[in-house]
């Protein structure tokens, strides 16, 4: 959900987010024909098939990995250009994201106003991680079952469960809320 972060936004060449929950980059990984910078936690150990291609910054490191420096990020650039991209483009698929403290606080207002008139009746925090293994789908039976005038808040990656379902809207404010990363 790389659009969700507000000085990201303003880079037009930034067209999108390849990539789900943090245990499926192996798979994902191999499947990218880019450059892949790790600037957050939940690194596994890269393969060999990418790991020239895996960079790190900030606090982020790991044995065997470039790491970029001082915001010096000429290398990254430098292998993305090198590499071919991706041979054809992808169905466009948006999801919703950026539902940070600025942002809740901007519509404020027309929540309180929601949840006073019995529109929005409660919120559901999913703050956790689902795991990796196939069938642990808790979050998602969770999120299915919850009534449609009930708002979702997600904070963590269980949300990667769901995160791609419509859920709709209670008068414009959406039902799935996504508050940030892990």
Not at 29 to 45: H, M, R, V, Y
Not at 50 to 79: A, C, E, S
Not at 96 to 112: E, S
Not at 157 to 172: A, Q, S, T, V
Request: neutral net charge; contains cysteine.
């Amino acid at each position: 959900p790389c659009h969700g972060y507000p000085n990201l936004k303003a880079f037009k060449h930034l067209v999108g987010n390849f990539g789900g929950a943090w245990q499926d980059q192996q798979k994902e990984f191999e499947a990218f024909p880019g450059a892949i910078l790790f600037t957050t936690n939940c690194i596994q150990a890269p393969k060999p098939s990418y790991i020239d291609r895996v960079f790190t910054t900030g606090l982020v490191g790991f044995p065997g990995v470039k790491h970029v420096q001082n915001g010096d990020f000429q290398t990254v650039i430098d292998m993305a250009l090198a590499q071919p991209g991706f041979a054809a483009d992808e169905p466009e698929k948006t999801i919703l994201t950026g539902f940070g403290r600025n942002a809740v606080l901007g519509v404020a207002d027309k929540v309180i106003e929601a949840v006073k008139s019995g529109k929005i009746r409660r919120f559901f925090l999913v703050g956790g991680c689902d795991g990796a293994k196939s069938g642990r789908n808790y979050y998602t039976d969770l999120a299915m079952a919850i009534p449609n005038d009930c708002v979702i808040l997600t904070l963590a990656c269980g949300k990667y469960r769901f995160n791609k379902l419509e859920f709709g809207d209670i008068d414009g404010i959406p039902r799935l809320l996504d508050m940030g990363q892990c």
